[in-house]
């Protein structure tokens, strides 16, 4: 397996020779009417407050040097001064001149990974990072996006039944390995945050209250703690509960017992997995709330 200079996992020493191809920039004024903007290899939504900033302190030497990547056929792409450029065309109807340096040769991936790269100090949302990480390639955003797609869902902000916004949790979750798994499992399930995500699945659906973060980590959890798990036990003590309820009852008992909404969710099917077991079963689980 080889990876070139931005991990990405490549097929041959061709395609490695071709990713780490060198670049070329100039550095140049370049018409703000030729600079558009990637979602890809960009933030998903402009800062207005933060142009309207730029334009009432307006400072022609303040401005700096953003960048660009030309893609050829006067297509040049914002990686960094978006704010800068969009302050620039308003203030000169789109005819102004913007200082950049323009970079010739990149690939996509290498143009999100410039993008990160130059937004460290001035970080991009987390939904930002990982949908320009998964663009350039980053090894656990790109396995997590694929993760997710498999189990039926989407990342997205948007809310919307289907898409996960919890992004911090499917990376917590992701992070967990197996205490152990059964060899016939490890390639139906090759990681608790697919099982997680399956389990969810057959059991609410794409209902938007089942894929905040407390669901995904509390149901990651029980898996990774819990080596007596039954799951298909699990699953019917999911479906006694309505995702919007049992995230209201795990949001109160929170609450009421000073611990994190993810340990209450959990302990609260730990109850409900449970129910009607006798004292000595083999199957029983202890007690969820302070692992």
Known sequence: MKKNEWGQIVESDEEL?????????VRMMVP???ITVDPRVQRSALNIAKVNKIIREFSENALGVITLSDRGLSEK???????????????TDNT??????LFKGLTLAQEARMF?????????TLFDKYRVGVTGGDIEFSAIDSIVHRAGFTVGSDGANGTIAAIAALRRVYALDYPTIPDDEQDQYPNILGLALTLIFDAWGLDEDALKGAPIEAIGRMIRNYSNLDLDRLLDSMRRFTPTSLLAQAKG??????IRQWQAYGQLLVDAYNKNL???SRVKLTNFANR
Request: net charge negative; glycine share 8%.
């Open 116 to 124: 990160l790269d130059l937004n460290y100090a001035n970080q991009p």
């Open 96 to 101: 102004g001149l913007i200082d950049a340096n």
């Open 32 to 34: 703000v009417s030729q």
């Open 17 to 25: 020779q071709e990713e780490s191809a060198p670049t070329s920039y």
């Open 253 to 258: 008992y929170s609450t009421q017992r000073g």
């Open 77 to 91: 792409i914002a990686l960094d001064g978006q704010h800068r450029t969009e302050a620039v065309r308003r203030l």
């Open 278 to 280: 006798g004292a000595n």
